[in-house]
């Protein structure tokens, strides 16, 4: 099964949310709203505070989200954003983990094994400078 609803997140696609506490994504920033009801209900903006991404974050999320979907990611979609490939960019975490057997080479990408989906946050770690 796939979560259509988080799938959204996971491709990095731009999201606007609303409420307390809660979080959009646009053109590469973060912007998180303010957790309080109160002070959420009563600010002008709702804005607690307004994240631009760098490069690097942004690959890592590449990695990081697009690992949650059973199917992996793939070169071409990393390359067509960044112009690099995941493969030069993460080498040594992408041979340790699949050392690990925590996830496996496919054709033209990589994606979690059972295990790597068993130890998910370990995999993400990885890809965390």
Same mark, same amino acid.
């Given at each position: 099964?796939?979560? !259509?609803? /988080? *799938? &959204?997140?996971?491709?990095? $696609? /731009? %999201?606007?949310?609303?409420?307390?506490?809660?979080?959009?994504?646009? !053109?590469?920033?973060?912007?998180?709203?303010?957790?309080?009801?109160?002070?959420?209900?009563?600010?002008?903006? /709702?804005?607690?505070?307004? *994240?631009?991404?760098? +490069? #690097?974050?942004? $690959?890592?999320? =590449?990695?990081?989200?697009?690992?949650? +979907?059973?199917?992996?990611?793939?070169?071409?979609?990393?390359? +067509? #954003?960044?112009? *690099?490939?995941? =493969?030069?960019?993460?080498?040594?975490?992408?041979? $340790?983990?699949?050392?690990?057997?925590?996830? $496996? @080479?496919?054709?033209?990408?990589? !994606? &979690?094994? !059972?295990?790597?989906?068993?130890? %998910?946050?370990?995999?993400? @770690?990885?890809? @965390? /400078?």
């Amino acid at each position: 099964y796939e979560s !259509k609803h /988080n *799938t &959204l997140y996971w491709d990095r $696609k /731009n %999201y606007l949310s609303f409420g307390p506490a809660s979080s959009s994504f646009i !053109k590469n920033q973060l912007i998180d709203h303010i957790p309080n009801l109160n002070s959420y209900l009563n600010s002008k903006d /709702n804005l607690a505070e307004i *994240t631009k991404l760098t +490069k #690097q974050e942004l $690959k890592e999320d =590449f990695m990081i989200f697009g690992l949650r +979907k059973t199917n992996g990611i793939f070169s071409k979609d990393y390359c +067509k #954003q960044f112009g *690099t490939s995941f =493969f030069d960019d993460f080498k040594t975490e992408i041979s $340790k983990l699949v050392d690990e057997k925590l996830i $496996k @080479i496919i054709p033209n990408g990589i !994606k &979690l094994t !059972k295990l790597g989906i068993d130890f %998910y946050d370990k995999v993400a @770690i990885e890809f @965390i /400078n």
